[in-house]
Each structure stands twice: as C-alpha cells, then as structure tokens.
C-alpha cells in the first residue's frame, strides 16, 4: 500500500526542460508532490498538489519554473521543469501524505510513502 512509481528525469543542458510523473496506489492520502536531494545537501521540498482539488504548494527556487499537475482518472502527478539550472541537479523523490504540512514546511520526516527517485542532471 502507498507505493509510488517515479518516471522521467535524465540530462539536460541548462535552460532545458525535463518532465517527471508519480503514479501512487493508496487512495487515502491527500497531497503529492516532489522532493530533491543533491549530494551533501539535505532533503528540501519543491512542489506539491492537493489531489482531486487545486491547492498547489512551490518552493522560492522553483516557483516560475516549475509547474505540478495531475492526472484526474488516475492517481498520479507530473512536474514539468523548465528552464532548468545547474542547481537543480539533484535526485528528485516523488511523495505523498495525508496533509500539505511536509511540503509547506519543508519537513521530509513527516512524508508518509516515498518514491525511489530518480535523477535529474543539469549541465551548465
């Protein structure tokens, strides 16, 4: 229960853009979104969206670039990254709980389920 299957991610020169999608199986938690994890940097939040509703939550670093959707006949979300940079090199962790509080406050402890990840790669 609450697995979550991550598709997307790989390389891109600077100002590309790349897409990542989560499928989830539980149908009881709430939100979904992504975290990042660069090398000796901590996990921080980037984006999240309240399923079957239109509440959407961006980190500083993302916000005009970033975009999150969802697919309403199944449980799943996307991430579409634009002009992206170096900086968001990093291993991207699709997650999903029950309230928007991990995301808002930038707390990964409290996510419920956890993707693998999978990698994005931004060269300059």
């Known amino acids: 229960q609450g697995q979550l299957q991550e598709s997307g991610g790989g390389s891109v020169q600077a100002g590309g853009s790349l897409r990542l999608s989560c499928t989830g199986s539980e149908k009881n938690y709430n939100f979904m979104g992504w975290f990042r994890e660069a090398p000796g940097k901590r996990r921080e939040a980037v984006a999240a969206?309240?399923?079957?509703?239109?509440?959407?939550y961006y980190s500083d670093s993302v916000k005009g670039r970033f975009t999150i959707s969802q697919d309403n006949d199944k449980l799943s979300v996307n991430l579409q990254m634009d002009n992206l940079k170096p900086d968001d090199t990093a291993m991207y962790y699709c997650?999903?709980?029950?309230?928007?509080?991990?995301?808002?406050?930038?707390?990964?402890?409290?996510?419920?389920?956890w993707g693998q990840g999978t990698q994005v790669t931004v060269s300059a």
């Open positions: 969206i309240r399923l079957s509703g239109t509440t959407t």
């Open positions: 997650a999903a709980a029950y309230g928007s509080h991990p995301w808002e406050e930038n707390q990964p402890r409290i996510i419920n389920y």
